[in-house]
């Protein structure tokens, strides 16, 4: 008897070939839950994130749906990548904030379903939030900060919804990075502050995309912008400015 060969055995196709650790988090109870996962990326990575000018039909988006679309280029250009390029100034800014946006025929999902559940990993129990073929976050039960995201990049955009201007000049500095002496910037030791954020869907009245906007409104708009007196004491880069803050201390070394 002859027995025709099966072929070879081919692995089972990752569900989610996107993966992220980081440090897990929440806040809110039940309809008010934001659950969060912090990380550093480096910049190569930063591909990844998109802006939400990037989507495709963001354009379209309702009045109610719509948060900061436009980004300021000339502000990016003339301050935003000098900072980033400068040699002598010190680099740090807050995370990026980044929404997990499920996407289905390039729309926003405006509902969708979890599942929570435990799992066993590498002898280590975990408790897991999944959306199935979108996303899974792989929680360890006693070590937050061991915390895996995966997604699969078909069907979710990693949008930003805060740092979409930081973002638009880091990218614009990675791209150009060619240009500098590595030994004087460093970019290839870069970590990018980033906090990816996933809504806890509702099984009534909810639309995913509002309530990003929601936490895009609450960020921004409870934000105090400084003074004008602090903002020209605070501002190392204007001479006038400068010439003001050296006055100061000269009155105050009088006193």
């Known amino acids: 008897r002859y027995f025709m060969s099966p072929g070879p055995i081919k692995p089972n196709k990752d569900a ?39 989507i495709d039909g963001s354009e379209k988006w309702g009045v ?56 066993i990993i590498e002898e280590r129990e975990h408790d897991i939030i ?11 039960t006693e070590n937050p900060e061991y915390t895996l995201l995966e997604y699969n990049k078909e069907n979710v955009r990693l949008v930003a919804i805060d740092g979409q201007h930081r973002l638009s000049a880091l990218k614009n500095v990675y791209a150009t990075k ?36 929601e936490v895009f409104v609450t960020i921004n708009s409870n934000a105090k912008r400084p003074s004008r007196a602090q903002l020209i004491l605070l501002d190392d880069y204007s001479i006038n400015h400068i010439c003001v803050q050296e006055f100061v201390n000269y009155c105050q070394d009088k006193k």
């Open 16 to 54: 989610y070939p996107e993966k992220i650790p980081g440090v897990f988090g929440s806040l809110g109870h039940h309809t008010t839950s934001v659950r969060y996962v912090q990380t550093a990326l480096p910049l190569r990575e930063l591909d990844r994130l998109r802006l939400i000018m990037e």
């Open 130 to 140: 999944e959306a199935k073929k979108y996303y899974k976050v792989s929680l360890d």
């Open 178 to 213: 060619e240009d500098v002496d590595e030994a004087t910037h460093g970019y290839s030791d870069w970590r990018i502050p980033v906090v990816f954020i996933l809504i806890e869907p509702q099984p009534r009245s909810f639309n995913y995309l509002d309530s990003v906007r």
């Open 64 to 119: 109610r749906e719509l948060f900061q679309r436009n980004v300021d280029d000339k502000r990016v250009n003339d301050k935003i990548v000098p900072y980033f390029t400068h040699q002598r100034k010190r680099k740090f800014f807050n995370p990026l904030t980044v929404a997990i946006m499920p996407f289905e025929k390039e729309k926003v999902l405006t509902k969708f379903s979890e599942k929570k559940y435990e799992e």
